[in-house]
Structure formats: structure tokens, C-alpha cells
């Protein structure tokens, strides 16, 4: 069998070996799933880089979960294109929205990588938020072998980072493992937290998510999470349209979200971009075949549900925290990000009863119309 990757002593930063373009190494199978080895170059993601409003980390590439939504499955052909292997096995057996979720790329030497970092210019300052998981799970099965996001998480607290925002998200109870290194970047920095859920209805999340965690046991790590007196919140999404929408799955989620400790929830309608297109209308022609049409038509010419769907979404998702007890987190899109709404609405039947069930004026000019 494989050996596992090595696991680096926080005292210690090795010599690494040089970067050569070589075929990835595989580390071990199970099942239909396989691991390789990539060389973590640099490990800190820069806002100048991705664009977005932080630093990110992301201890692996692709993810085995598999949901069926997910966004983030073209950076395994990303992550080929730049090191420049195109032509290995991998690319060539998959295509790379499926690659993502079976051949996981796990990151070699990430905790040296971010010691190095921590003493150059290329990581976070005081002042500045970091994401570990914005485009793969950090908590998926591979963690439990590799280790990686634990070397991340061991490597910032050894260097007593301070002033910094980190967020982790993930889907997996797992990251209850790693409550005492949490504990200690708490105490000089703001740290967080987010789980992911959808649903609590067990089944319905088999379908979406085929290989992610129960929403028990995601719960049971929430709860974990705020016993331990960490911050955390839940990630309602995305919020599948025609699919978990429906008032009565929202209240339930909701409600399971405030017994189980958590201080706030985020929620968003569905995103469609073209990676999770590949994966998404398919499930959705085999499993929902009443949706695809008006999915299609919803959109068709924009990535986003329409812009009458996610007011009402939010007006309707702020009166459930406000019943709950829980603080609804807000979103801003980048400037110049398509917001163009999409032609029709999936469904547009009005839930004026279930409004008032959670404090919704009737008469509201921003009714929730599902779609």
C-alpha cells in the first residue's frame, strides 16, 4: 500500500525537493476514487489572484463528496493546465468536471509551504480574512489519511498568527477533530466556522450529495463546534429552486439550525455556472424531470435564479432568523459581476400563509414567489 504523505513536526521545516513536472503520484485507491500527489507551490491564494475579497487555501483539488451542484469542478483542469499535464491519465480518462470528484489531488508539503509563506510577503496581514475550503472540502475522506488541512491549521498557529478573519468551510463533522488548534487561533483572531446544509431531509440529501455526510452528523459537529465555544454557522446553501425551497423543508432546516447552537446561517439561491451545469441538468433530467424545462429557461441567459426569486428568498430566509433567534448573513457580489436575471421563474405560486407563519407581511412588495 501507498505511504501516507509525510506528516511535518511543527518545529521543524524541511528541505523540500524540486518542483519537476513529473506524472502525479498515486497515493492510494478506494473504490472508484483515487488520490495523487501534487506538489503544493504556493499554497496562499492572493485577492489579486482569484479576485475575490480574500485569501484562500485550498488543501486539495477536487473533492469526493460529489454534489451534484458544486461550482468549483473545472480547477482540476485548471490545476493540469498550469503544471502542465494535460496529457497524463488523468485528463485524458475523465472529463474534468467528473475528474474533480474522483480523482482527488492532494497537496504535498502544505504545511511547510505555508511556514514559508507566513515569513514573506505571501500570506495574510493583520487585517486581512482567509478562507480555508473555497473551492474543495478541507474536511473530505481524504483528510482523515492525509492531513493536510490539520498541517494548515497546525502550521498558522504555531506562527501565532493575530488580526486575521479565517473562516473554514466544510460539510464533515471532521473538523471537531481539530477543536483544540481552533481553540488557539480563536484567541487572536476572529475565527469561524461555517458548515454547509441544504437540507435535513436525509434522503433528498443522498441524491444531491451523494457521498457528503448525513445532516445528522453535520449537525451533531455543529453542535461540537459551539459547545466548544467557537463560532459557527451554517451555509443553507445553495438553495436548489423547485428542489429545497419548499416553506415547510426551510422552516425545518432553520429550526434544526437554532436548536443545534449555531449563532447565524447564510443563504443563497443556485448559482448555475458552466462546470456545475455538466453535473447539475443531467440529475436534473433523471431525478426532477418536471424542473427541466423551466430550469433551462430560469437559465438560460444568466447564471443567477431571477431577481424577483432572491428577494423573496431573502426577505423570507431574514423572517425565519428573526423567528429562530439566529442572525441571517448578507452577501455582495463583486462590482461588475452578472447580475443579468434570467427569463421566467420556475414557479411562481405565492406562499402568503406560510409568510405569516414566520412574521411576513402579507402585503409585502417583495412577496416570495418560489420557483
Not at 163 to 189: E, F
Not at 301 to 312: K, L, N
Request: aromatic share 6%.
Amino acid at each position: 500500500m501507498p505511504r501516507p504523505l509525510p506528516v511535518v513536526e511543527s518545529d521543524v521545516t524541511p528541505v523540500l525537493p524540486a518542483l519537476t513536472p513529473e506524472p502525479l503520484r498515486l497515493l492510494t485507491r478506494q473504490a472508484d476514487l483515487q488520490y495523487h500527489a501534487i506538489p503544493a507551490r504556493g499554497i496562499f491564494n492572493a485577492p489579486s489572484a482569484t479576485h475575490m475579497g480574500f485569501w484562500s487555501i485550498n488543501p486539495y483539488v477536487g473533492c469526493a463528496f460529489g454534489c451534484t451542484y458544486c461550482y468549483a469542478r473545472d480547477t482540476h483542469r485548471y490545476t493540469l493546465e498550469r503544471a502542465g499535464r494535460i496529457g497524463t491519465d488523468i485528463a485524458a480518462s475523465m472529463p474534468p468536471w467528473l475528474a474533480f470528484e474522483r480523482r482527488i489531488l492532494v497537496k504535498e508539503h502544505a504545511e511547510a509551504r505555508v511556514r514559508e509563506a507566513l515569513r514573506s510577503s505571501r500570506s495574510p496581514r493583520a487585517g486581512e480574512s482567509l478562507v480555508i475550503g473555497s473551492a474543495t472540502d478541507p474536511y473530505q475522506p481524504a483528510e482523515r489519511r492525509f492531513r493536510v488541512t490539520a498541517g494548515v491549521l497546525r502550521a498558522l498557529a504555531d506562527a501565532d498568527v493575530r488580526g486575521w478573519s479565517i473562516v473554514i468551510i466544510t460539510k464533515s463533522p471532521l473538523v471537531t477533530r481539530d477543536i483544540p488548534v481552533l481553540q488557539r487561533l480563536a484567541r487572536h483572531n476572529t475565527m469561524g466556522v461555517h458548515i454547509s446544509l441544504i437540507t435535513v431531509d436525509r434522503e433528498l440529501a443522498r441524491q444531491l450529495e451523494p457521498r457528503a455526510p448525513t445532516p445528522e452528523a453535520r449537525l451533531r459537529g455543529v453542535r461540537r463546534l459551539a459547545e466548544a465555544g467557537l463560532d459557527v454557522s451554517v451555509n443553507c446553501m445553495p438553495v436548489l429552486p423547485g428542489i429545497t425551497d419548499e416553506p415547510a423543508m426551510l422552516q425545518a432546516l432553520v429550526a434544526r439550525i437554532a436548536e443545534s447552537g449555531a449563532r447565524s446561517f447564510g443563504a443563497c439561491a443556485l448559482r448555475l455556472r458552466a462546470a456545475s451545469r455538466r453535473r447539475y441538468l443531467p440529475m436534473i433530467r433523471a431525478q426532477f424531470p418536471a424542473l427541466v424545462t423551466r430550469y433551462e429557461s430560469t437559465y438560460r441567459e444568466s447564471v443567477y435564479a431571477t431577481e424577483t426569486y432572491r428577494a423573496g428568498l431573502h426577505q423570507y430566509m431574514g423572517a425565519l432568523a428573526r423567528k429562530n433567534g439566529l442572525v441571517l448573513r448578507e452577501y455582495r457580489r463583486a462590482s461588475g459581476y452578472d447580475v443579468t436575471g434570467a427569463s421566467d421563474a420556475i414557479r411562481g405560486e405565492r406562499v402568503e400563509e406560510d409568510m405569516q407563519d414566520v412574521g411576513v407581511e402579507e402585503n409585502s412588495d417583495e412577496q416570495l414567489l418560489l420557483l
